[in-house]
């Protein structure tokens, strides 16, 4: 168990719609990091905050947003929902930005768009 | 940009055998950190190593090796004699700076391994 907690587990939901998936970092950790596993792209960075402030942006499409509040926990929205953003979503969290603290990650959410 | 190549998509072994996971990085950074990461059928990524650029010294931990070569740009790891348990995918990633100062993790496709009994 790395601390970091995701919900929900599992999503399913249909072409066109908006989920809303939250991620909560281990204790201590400021750093909050989104990331997209799918078949076609394989794991893939998508946004990082940085004590409710982003940080930096990977390859996250405009139909996606996400925000860190000051609890520190972080949710990733996805909308106009299309059959390829079916995924596993992972968050994952450090103490601090920078290669050098460990990132730990969620379980992931498994988003299925039908 | 970062890139990270595991040639190898798929790999089975049986049980005891000795078994390398190769990685192949590119990079234009002079620091960098490079990663291996263990995806069990269960889904969840589990950290196994992280290493510096500067520190070219081979690693052991238990069954698990890593083998760290920048003339050739390569971060191989090896399970020796292997067990059922390590069927995962492994992923080897490679940090590249962002703008912002910070940095973001880039992975390989990664490498199915299954050990048979």
């Known amino acids: 168990d790395s601390g970091v907690t995701q919900t929900p587990k599992h999503l399913i939901t249909a072409t066109g719609q908006r989920v809303t998936l939250r991620c909560s970092p281990r204790s201590g950790d400021l750093s909050v990091y989104w990331y997209q596993q799918s078949l076609d792209q394989g794991l893939q960075f998508l946004i990082q905050y940085y004590n409710g402030e982003e940080r930096a942006k990977g390859n996250i499409l405009e139909r996606f947003s996400a925000q860190q509040f000051p609890d520190l926990h972080s949710e990733l929205n996805l909308s106009s929902l299309e059959l390829g953003d079916s995924a596993l979503y992972f968050c994952?969290?450090?103490?601090?930005?920078?290669?050098?603290?460990?990132?730990?990650f969620g379980p992931g959410t498994r988003l299925t768009v039908t | 940009a970062q890139k990270v190549t595991q040639a190898q998509t798929e790999i089975s072994v049986v049980e005891k055998e000795d078994v390398t996971l190769d990685c192949v990085y590119e990079t234009r950074d002079t620091t960098y950190y490079l990663f291996w990461y263990k995806q069990p059928p269960s889904g969840e990524l589990v950290f196994l190593i992280r290493?510096?650029?500067?520190?070219?010294q081979n690693e052991i931990s238990g069954r698990y090796s890593w083998n760290f070569q920048k003339s050739t740009s390569s971060f191989n790891f090896t399970i020796t004699a292997s067990q059922v348990v390590d069927s995962a995918v492994y992923f080897c990633a490679l940090s590249e700076f962002v703008q912002g100062g910070s940095e973001k993790l880039v992975f390989g496709k990664g490498t199915k391994l299954t050990v048979n009994p």
């Open positions: 994952a969290s450090s103490v601090v930005p920078g290669a050098e603290n460990e990132q730990y």
């Open positions: 290493r510096n650029s500067f520190d070219e």
